[in-house]
């Protein structure tokens, strides 16, 4: 049974595995139109709205987190950077490089009300936008008038306009596509633009370390470069047959990203078809008292997402699975409401039983009818 992965986990789609084991065709006949994203980062988000609140901040490395020893830093400032103090970084850890590091409690609250003033900006220019996180979006700006149409020079002008409503910085990459923008964005950071044009996408993403590419975390990382790949330069040399021997359908993607063609849509925000929780392991899991001890922290985390959404109606329930070759699986039950943990473990039974591969990541998600759907079985029920 196919599935379709959470929308919020765009990339996922893409990875999912086909039954259907031919290579697929590179598509260089049919040449989509160019367009233009835009990719909008805001330069070390939560220090810098810190920074503006109290300007004694500025000069001195400081970072945002809980003052706890076993606590991790959200961000730090560039001073604080320079010291190799790092996002998700224990704060413990943070502290041994660098003692007179300033911690300043997080304040969420205030980060929100920022996002919601800059996504205001980038709505004057479109509609078509991406949040990945309070600090980050994909706009979608093909085909758009202002400026001539150019979009470097609107990526300009959404800069100057969110400063002038935050006093923040931002950073931005603007290329055909979302894996170039976004690698962009990060080209000239803090406060800078960088344009990647359709015909720069193969110089740009050649010399690439692989580790940039969507969807390739540490343990891909480490497996590529078991196979001699480190840059997309190599993964471009690399036989598309031997890449997808490897990798299944994902190789096909790889080598796709490698050469910087990526055709991932901007999603616009708005009710998910789907939720998920999903958790990846550093070291696969093998026995089944492991299996369900993980499925029910996802259990747990699914659970609260779902507080969020329970406006919308719930048509079934799955799990996915990826086993320790990356193949990917999923089982799914039509279900008014989120099932009990004993029936998303037996979803996992259904797929294996006994278990007996090694797993990789285990994750569990509800699908919500849609709209139209929900309407017909109020209409059924109301009989
Ligand atoms: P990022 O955009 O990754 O980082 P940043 O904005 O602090 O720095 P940069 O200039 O390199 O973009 O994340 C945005 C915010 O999200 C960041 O300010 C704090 C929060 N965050 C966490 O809470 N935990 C994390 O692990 C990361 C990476 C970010
Ligand atoms: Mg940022």
Same mark, same amino acid.
């Given at each position: 049974?196919?599935?379709?992965?959470?929308?919020?986990?765009?990339?996922?789609?893409? @990875?999912?595995?086909?039954?259907?084991?031919?290579?697929?065709?590179?598509?260089?006949?049919?040449?989509?139109?160019?367009?233009?994203?835009?990719?909008?980062?805001?330069? @070390?988000?939560?220090?810098?709205?810190?920074?503006?609140?109290?300007?004694?901040?500025?000069?001195?490395?400081?970072?945002?987190?809980?003052?706890?020893?076993?606590?991790?830093?959200?961000?730090?400032?560039?001073?604080?950077?320079?010291?190799?103090?790092?996002?998700?970084?224990?704060?413990?850890?943070?502290?041994?490089? @660098?003692?007179?590091?300033?911690?300043?409690?997080?304040?969420?609250?205030?980060?929100?009300?920022?996002?919601?003033?800059?996504?205001?900006?980038?709505?004057?220019?479109?509609?078509?936008?991406?949040?990945?996180?309070?600090?980050?979006?994909?706009?979608?700006?093909?085909?758009?008038?202002?400026?001539?149409?150019?979009?470097?020079?609107?990526?300009?002008?959404?800069?100057?306009?969110?400063?002038?409503?935050?006093?923040?910085?931002?950073?931005?990459?603007?290329?055909?596509?979302?894996?170039?923008?976004?690698?962009?964005?990060?080209?000239?950071?803090?406060?800078?633009?960088?344009?990647?044009?359709?015909?720069?996408?193969?110089?740009?993403?050649?010399?690439?370390?692989?580790?940039?590419?969507?969807?390739?975390?540490?343990?891909?990382?480490?497996?590529?470069?078991?196979?001699?790949?480190?840059?997309?330069?190599?993964?471009?040399?690399?036989?598309?047959?031997?890449?997808?021997?490897?990798?299944?359908?994902?190789?096909?993607?790889?080598?796709?990203?490698?050469?910087?063609?990526?055709?991932?849509?901007?999603?616009?925000?708005?009710?998910?078809?789907?939720?998920?929780?999903?958790?990846?392991?550093?070291?696969?899991?093998?026995?089944?008292?492991?299996?369900?001890?993980?499925?029910?922290?996802?259990?747990?985390?699914?659970?609260?997402?779902?507080?969020?959404?329970?406006?919308?109606?719930?048509?079934? @329930?799955?799990?996915?699975?990826?086993?320790?070759?990356?193949?990917?699986?999923?089982?799914?039950?039509?279900?008014?409401?989120?099932?009990?943990?004993?029936?998303?473990?037996?979803?996992?039974?259904?797929?294996?039983?006994?278990?007996?591969?090694?797993?990789?990541?285990?994750?569990?998600?509800?699908?919500?009818?849609?709209?139209?759907?929900?309407?017909?079985?109020?209409?059924?029920?109301?009989?």
């Amino acid at each position: 049974m196919s599935v379709e992965w959470s929308q919020a986990r765009p990339y996922a789609t893409l @990875c999912m595995m086909s039954d259907d084991s031919s290579l697929p065709s590179t598509n260089s006949s049919s040449k989509p139109a160019t367009r233009k994203i835009i990719h909008i980062d805001m330069d @070390c988000f939560y220090a810098a709205i810190e920074m503006r609140e109290k300007p004694e901040l500025k000069d001195i490395p400081m970072a945002v987190g809980y003052p706890y020893k076993r606590g991790v830093l959200t961000t730090a400032n560039y001073v604080a950077r320079k010291f190799g103090i790092r996002s998700a970084m224990p704060v413990a850890t943070a502290l041994k490089k @660098c003692p007179d590091l300033r911690l300043v409690e997080p304040r969420f609250e205030l980060y929100k009300a920022e996002s919601k003033k800059i996504r205001k900006v980038l709505q004057r220019y479109t509609r078509l936008i991406e949040p990945l996180s309070l600090d980050e979006a994909y706009l979608d700006v093909t085909g758009h008038t202002y400026f001539e149409g150019s979009a470097s020079l609107l990526a300009r002008q959404i800069l100057k306009e969110i400063f002038e409503e935050t006093q923040l910085t931002a950073s931005a990459g603007v290329a055909p596509n979302k894996f170039i923008a976004k690698v962009a964005s990060d080209w000239n950071k803090p406060n800078g633009l960088k344009t990647v044009s359709d015909k720069e996408v193969l110089s740009f993403v050649s010399p690439l370390k692989i580790g940039k590419i969507p969807g390739v975390g540490p343990k891909t990382e480490a497996r590529l470069k078991l196979l001699g790949l480190e840059t997309c330069a190599d993964i471009q040399k690399f036989p598309l047959r031997d890449l997808m021997r490897e990798f299944g359908e994902w190789g096909f993607k790889l080598h796709e990203l490698s050469f910087g063609r990526d055709e991932r849509p901007v999603e616009i925000e708005g009710d998910p078809k789907s939720i998920s929780a999903e958790n990846t392991f550093e070291d696969d899991l093998v026995t089944e008292t492991a299996i369900r001890a993980e499925l029910y922290r996802v259990y747990e985390d699914l659970r609260n997402r779902l507080k969020k959404y329970s406006h919308l109606t719930i048509g079934s @329930c799955f799990i996915k699975v990826k086993t320790f070759d990356f193949k990917t699986f999923t089982r799914e039950r039509s279900s008014q409401q989120m099932m009990s943990f004993e029936d998303y473990f037996s979803l996992v039974k259904l797929w294996q039983n006994p278990i007996e591969t090694p797993i990789r990541l285990i994750g569990a998600g509800v699908r919500f009818k849609s709209a139209d759907e929900s309407l017909q079985t109020s209409f059924l029920e109301s009989l």
